[in-house]
């Protein structure tokens, strides 16, 4: 295929017309031709037509005659001198041409750039280490929360353990409370009953380790406190069925009765909802009242404690009933 260039170049003709007939010889059209090597037709008919001054110049021609030439299949390096010749360029230094590319070479490894076009240069392994000491200290800090919150439950749990053993021998003397009486005899000690007759609801919360070790005395005592001796007609006639619906928005401590069972003790978490279905008396207990929403009826009852907060709520078929907010 080259001898059929040179034989062109003996016949007189320039060199863009040397270059256009062995393209039409071959049955190649200036389409094909730009298909192939993706420079514009525009530029392929200046180089047939010797019109250098509408092309890039420099080594963007020299690219454009050699792709035109592997294409339709004629010598290249043939082609190549034509242009020159043609466009008065003089030939490239073969060694300045080797230097550069050495040059090109050692920018590409001082750079660190490989086949996949990756920078090798780009500090990896210092971003991972940070992203890690990053990931840890938000670790870190997260458990250091939960420890807190911990030890504030501790601190918690024991004063209201002092505070219940402070009340429990005073409590033995009020003897003018029928109501109080009654509920020292059935849960043997005064924890759940403040000296009033009211429920104390300040009871130890359950441990932390969510076992079923629920406020059984704050439950009973709010119970006996809102349902003294006597008042079983009026419970009786409040026997329609009606629902409390309990929904975790964080990790809270809950005990559920439904008509005297105990349904639910022990810690609750998102996406958690317990539905209780009841037709007497509902008794709720949180540790953690500004965590957990709760409505009757589908309607919502508004919580006043807030986090870490305890609240004993009682409910029969007409709501919620009185004097159940966290002291």
Request: aromatic fraction near 6%; avoid cysteine; charge should be neutral.
């Amino acid at each position: 295929m080259g001898k059929s260039f040179e034989q062109s170049e003996t016949q007189g003709t320039g060199f863009g017309e040397r270059l256009r007939r062995e393209r039409e010889m071959r049955g190649i059209s200036l389409d094909d031709v730009a298909a192939a090597t993706k420079i514009g037709t525009r530029l392929l008919r200046a180089l047939e037509e010797e019109q250098f001054d509408r092309l890039p110049g420099g080594i963007f021609n020299k690219g454009y005659v050699r792709a035109y030439a592997r294409h339709v299949g004629i010598d290249e390096e043939q082609a190549l001198a034509d242009y020159l010749k043609a466009a008065k360029e003089t030939p490239p230094d073969v060694n300045l041409i080797a230097h550069q590319n050495a040059s090109a070479r050692d920018v590409d490894v001082w750079q660190g750039t490989g086949a996949g076009g990756r920078r090798a240069g780009f500090p990896l392994i210092p971003v991972l280490v940070l992203v890690v000491v990053i990931v840890g200290a938000v670790g870190g800090w997260k458990l250091y929360q939960e420890r807190q919150g911990e030890r504030r439950q501790s601190v918690a749990v024991k004063n209201a353990q002092d505070m219940v053993a402070g009340q429990s021998g005073t409590a033995q003397t009020v003897g003018s409370n029928a109501s109080a009486n009654s509920a020292l005899g059935q849960t043997g000690s005064a924890p759940g009953i403040s000296p009033s007759g009211d429920a104390d609801i300040s009871q130890v919360p359950p441990n932390s380790t969510g076992s079923a070790n629920a406020p059984v005395h704050t439950v009973q005592a709010a119970e006996s406190s809102l349902h003294p001796a006597g008042s079983g007609t009026a419970e009786a006639a409040s026997t329609a069925p009606f629902e409390v619906t309990v929904r975790a928005k964080d990790r809270a401590w809950v005990s559920i009765s439904s008509d005297g069972k105990v349904l639910v003790r022990g810690v609750i978490k998102p996406p958690e909802v317990k539905t209780i279905h009841a037709t007497t008396k509902v008794v709720f207990w949180t540790g953690n009242a500004g965590e957990v929403e709760i409505s009757f009826n589908g309607k919502n009852v508004p919580l006043t404690g807030g986090e870490n907060g305890e609240q004993v709520l009682v409910f029969n078929s007409h709501g919620l009933l009185p004097h159940t907010a966290t002291q």
